[in-house]
């Protein structure tokens, strides 16, 4: 079974840091892994997607590894931001689950505070 | 806009009640999903449908009825015997293409009182 873990779970910088966010995940069987973002009562934005042929992705500011032989994902957010406080999450997507073709599995996250 | 809309955005069951939560999108997915979110836990999936007329049980689909009459349907119904059903439920579509992107609505805070 898929497990997921985010490191840390909550991350206090003060503005124009550079910080790494860290996932981990138990079997490298998956499809794909996206991060995403979350503000507080409010859905997921979709902020990467990794496929498991990649070896990172690229959107800005934002900078995502995958590792998929040692079940590994990092998010590079460079620059930080007060606008960039929120949760992020971490989500790889099973091959082996039913035949779903896309089920996410999901980590707690990591809550992320830029203090300006 | 394209997109997922969810509704209502917040939702009141009284014990014994059920209730249904809408999710609709019109970005042409053909796979849509469920999941809840409780504090200091991960999202769980709960129902998932991967085409028109067909949809699987996820990993807590106890006390959760679905349908999917329509592509751009997927309406959850939290029925009676959901014994903890106060939560935050999402729900997101993707192409039915293992390699594609998976987009969220805004979600539908569920409480019981």
């Known amino acids: 079974k898929q497990e997921v873990t985010q490191i840390p779970a909550a991350l206090s910088v003060p503005e124009g840091e550079n910080l790494v966010l860290n996932c981990s995940f138990t079997d490298s069987a998956i499809y794909n892994l996206q991060w995403f973002r979350q503000d507080p009562g409010k859905g997921l934005t979709s902020l990467l997607l990794?496929?498991?042929?990649?070896r990172e992705q690229t959107s800005g500011r934002l900078n995502a590894s995958l590792d998929k032989s040692s079940g590994r994902s990092t998010l590079y957010i460079a620059a930080s931001q007060p606008g960039d406080s929120a949760t992020y999450l971490c989500?790889?997507?099973?091959?082996?689950?039913?035949?779903?073709?896309?089920?996410?599995?999901f980590g707690t996250g990591t809550l992320l505070a830029v203090q300006p | 806009d394209g997109g997922i809309t969810q509704s209502p955005k917040y939702l009141f069951r009284k014990e014994g009640q059920n209730v249904t939560l809408s999710c609709e999108q019109n970005l042409n997915h053909d796979a849509m999903y469920w999941y809840r979110q409780d504090p200091g836990q991960g999202l769980r999936l709960i129902y998932y449908?991967?085409?028109?007329?067909?949809?699987q049980k996820g990993d807590i689909a106890e006390g959760y009825s679905v349908s999917r009459e329509k592509k751009e349907s997927f309406p959850l119904t939290v029925t009676s015997a959901q014994k903890n059903p106060t939560a935050f439920y999402l729900c997101?579509?993707?192409?039915?293409?293992?390699?594609?992107?998976?987009?969220f609505g805004q979600g539908t805070r569920l409480t019981v009182v």
């Open positions: 449908s991967q085409i028109v007329n067909d949809f």
């Open positions: 990794i496929q498991s042929s990649q």
């Open positions: 989500a790889p997507a099973v091959i082996h689950y039913g035949g779903a073709t896309n089920k996410l599995i």
């Open positions: 997101a579509s993707s192409t039915s293409s293992m390699h594609t992107e998976a987009f």
